[in-house]
């Protein structure tokens, strides 16, 4: 069964940082699109980060040059390294994996989904 | 940037038949995937590229894509139906979604 658990939001204060995780079982990470979703409070989903086969990493604009996608082989994880943490970054993350069928993978449609954990940005 | 708009409601009785759109220019050259959400849950995916359905979703479900507008027809409308959904296509190297539609089940 795939299951994807994120973990590690919380309360940061504006300017600060915060690294989020993504434990995947069930099927292997590196053989996937992976990405990271966000949801502000009573908002709609954004897209924020996506990290293919090979490490190549694409960003929304949103956070481009603040947030870092990795991922971990031997862990079967992804993270996001958030910096300069803004208050509009408030939101529940959500990790999710992309499409494979007949030998070829592709970053959409997010066919699993984890449970999401909240971050929040305030002082 | 590409931008998907979808109404912000809609409403439908009871076994009837709800339709959400989903405009983009050229939309029906994409491929259109499309999210359930319930308050407090993650997203379901219930329509991908375009048509197709994964295992687990009722045949009630249904899309259609074509021109400058998406389509998700959930037929027979059940109360469980009620959720916000949102359609999403990539470009561009990223993953863009619509603002979502709530809805209700009368």
């Known amino acids: 069964e795939v299951q994807l658990v994120e973990s590690g939001g919380g309360l940061v204060q504006p300017g600060g940082s915060l690294r989020l995780s993504c434990a995947a079982s069930?099927?292997?990470?590196?053989?996937?699109?992976m990405s990271w979703v966000r949801q502000a409070p009573g908002k709609g989903l954004e897209w924020v980060s996506v990290?293919?086969?090979?490490?190549?990493?694409y960003y929304a604009d949103s956070v481009k040059g603040r947030f870092t996608i990795s991922r971990d082989n031997s862990k079967n994880t992804m993270y996001v390294q958030m910096n300069s943490l803004r208050s509009e970054d408030t939101a529940v993350y959500y990790c999710?994996?992309?499409?494979?069928?007949?030998?070829?993978?592709?970053?959409?449609?997010?066919?699993?989904w984890g449970q999401g954990t909240l971050v929040t940005v305030s002082s | 940037s590409y931008e998907l708009t979808q109404p912000l409601s809609v409403s439908v009785a009871l076994g009837q038949t709800a339709r959400i759109t989903c405009g983009g220019n050229?939309?029906?050259?994409?491929?259109v995937h499309w999210y359930q959400q319930k308050p407090g849950q993650a997203p379901v995916l219930v329509i991908y590229?375009?048509?197709d359905r994964p295992s687990g979703i009722p045949e009630r479900f249904s899309g259609s894509n074509s021109g400058n507008t998406a389509t998700l027809t959930i037929s027979r409308a059940q109360a469980g139906d009620e959720a916000d959904y949102y359609c999403?296509?990539?470009?561009?190297?990223?993953?863009?979604f619509g603002g979502g539609t709530k809805l209700t089940v009368l």
């Open positions: 999710a994996r992309g499409y494979c069928s007949g030998g070829n993978c592709y970053p959409t449609p997010f066919e699993s």
């Open positions: 069930g099927f292997i990470v590196s053989s996937y699109y």
């Open positions: 990290i293919y086969s090979g490490d190549i990493t």
């Open positions: 050229n939309i029906g050259s994409k491929n």
């Open positions: 590229r375009d048509t």
């Open positions: 999403q296509v990539w470009d561009s190297s990223t993953a863009v």
